[in-house]
């Protein structure tokens, strides 16, 4: 599996959990941030596989800590568990990548 084809079903997956399925009325809306916080881990997780990268699969598992969490914070705040989620599980690993990406080629 590429990188490129979890990208793809992930992007469906979110598009499936987080717009189709509520307006399809299968969940409440309160359930849409814990099931794409899983999903995310997932991506995150399997990217570091992927790469074998550990940082990414301990991104993974913060994600799937942030689901947890989000289970027992009311639904109204669960938006606000996101925003660490995203700076230290996603942007602070895409920035060490890119930096690892362009000291490589630097290299080379």
């Known amino acids: 599996m590429t990188s490129k084809n979890l990208s793809i ?3 469906a997956a979110f598009v499936l959990l987080g717009l189709i399925f ?3 009325k ?4 309160e ?3 814990v099931l794409v916080t899983t999903i995310g881990g997932v991506l995150i997780f399997m990217a570091g596989a992927i790469y074998e990268w550990n940082l990414l699969k301990w991104c993974g598992l913060l994600w799937w800590l942030g689901a947890l969490a989000m289970v027992l914070i009311p ?3 669960r938006g606000l568990c996101l925003i660490p ?8 690993p895409g920035f060490i990548f890119k930096t690892k990406y362009k000291n490589n080629n630097q290299l080379n």
Request: aromatic residues 16%.
């Open 9 to 11: 079903s992930g992007g």
């Open 22 to 24: 509520p307006l399809l």
């Open 26 to 29: 299968v969940y409440s809306a």
């Open 31 to 33: 359930a849409i941030s």
């Open 75 to 77: 639904g109204a705040y």
């Open 85 to 92: 989620l995203i700076i230290f599980g996603y942007l602070v």
